[in-house]
């Protein structure tokens, strides 16, 4: 099952994007769904969660309150909000989703997308 991103681009320091990640069966089914990102020669990390099902959030603390990730409910699309992008936020952005109520790390997740890059320019 794949799911698809977009929304991805080259932006200055301190504008926004906005990602999409594509309905599919797993994110209609799921009850987490995540982004993770990896930066060009480091890890995957993860930025942000949603427990779809009660709509609670997570972020990492690098990313809190610049970034908001939120659900269509009715589309069964999540998205992630970025305000005031900085260059260390250059990574190869990917959603993920699980059946189940997982915590922010990649190895919960089953399904994942292909990535969508965002390159913030200083």
């Known amino acids: 099952v794949q799911l698809v991103e977009s929304g991805g681009g080259a932006v200055q320091a301190g504008g926004s994007l906005r990602l999409s990640c594509a309905p599919s069966v797993a994110t209609v089914s799921s009850n987490s769904m995540p982004w993770f990102r990896q930066p060009p020669g480091k890890e995957r990390e993860g930025v942000a969660r949603i427990y779809t099902r009660i709509g609670v959030t997570y972020y990492a603390t690098s990313v809190k309150g610049r970034f908001t990730i939120s659900q269509d409910n009715a589309k069964y699309i999540l998205y992630l909000q970025m305000n005031t992008l900085k260059p260390e936020d250059t990574a190869m952005y990917y959603c993920?989703?699980?059946?189940?109520?997982?915590?922010?790390?990649?190895?919960?997740?089953?399904?994942w997308g292909q990535g969508t890059q965002v390159t913030v320019a200083s």
């Open positions: 993920a989703a699980a059946p189940t109520y997982c915590t922010l790390s990649a190895e919960h997740y089953n399904y």
